[in-house]
Nanobody
Framework: QVHLVESGGGLVQVGGSLRLSCAAS????????MYWYRQAPGKQRELVAF???????TYVDSVKGRFTISRDNAKNTVYLQMNSLKPEDTAIYYC??????WGQGTQVTVSS
């Protein structure tokens, strides 16, 4: 059974940093592309960052230069380092894989 468990969210002030983690199990993590999405209140879920099985990365324009996605295949974990946070980054953050399995999400709130 596939499990994706996000953690690391919380309340942070503008300009602060958070590191999200997503622990994966139940599939061959090293062979999977992994994604971070977010959904803000009243908005559609959007793709924030992607990391391929080979380590290639892409980002939505709004987070380029501020967020970094990475993976540790030995720990079956994908990370999202978020720096210089802005109020518009407030959302529930989810990780997912190629098979569209989803975690429960972790809340990120950036206060001004």
């Amino acid at each position: 059974q596939v499990h994706l468990v996000e953690s690391g969210g919380g309340l942070v002030q503008v300009g602060g940093s958070l590191r999200l983690s997503c622990a994966a199990s139940g599939f061959t993590f090293a062979s999977a592309h992994m994604y971070w999405y977010r959904q803000a209140p009243g908005k559609q879920r959007e793709l924030v960052a992607f990391i391929s099985r080979y380590g290639a990365t892409t980002y939505v324009d709004s987070v380029k230069g501020r967020f970094t996605i990475s993976r540790d295949n030995a720990k079956n974990t994908v990370y999202l380092q978020m720096n210089s946070l802005k109020p518009e980054d407030t959302a529930i953050y989810y990780c997912t894989n190629d098979a569209s399995d989803w975690g429960q999400g972790t809340q990120v709130t950036v206060s001004s």
